[in-house]
């Protein structure tokens, strides 16, 4: 083979590569912008339950009818 052949196909090969690199790139920027959007919702899920969590123990602290259950809270 001749040498402008050679270096047309290693030229063509190293494009090749580059176009995948980039692909993975982008599919992995794309990824990682999923995943951050449903950690700040488990982030906000958590803040949600915390608060409630501290509602109740703050209720339990005020003596807030002694643990025991009503009917009306059965029901």
């Known amino acids: ?3 402008p052949v050679i ?5 063509g090969g190293f494009g090749i590569i580059v176009a995948l690199i980039q692909s993975s790139r982008r599919e992995n920027r794309r ?3 999923e995943v951050a959007d ?9 803040h ?3 608060d409630k969590v501290d509602r109740h123990i703050t209720w339990h ?4 009818n002694s643990g025991r259950f ?3 809270d059965k029901e």
Do not use: N, P, Y
């Open 1 to 3: 083979m001749s040498t």
């Open 7 to 11: 270096v047309a196909l290693i030229t």
């Open 31 to 33: 990824d990682h912008g």
């Open 38 to 46: 449903s950690l700040r919702q488990i982030h906000k899920d958590i």
């Open 48 to 50: 949600r339950v915390g």
């Open 61 to 64: 602290a005020e003596g807030g």
């Open 70 to 72: 009503s009917r009306s």
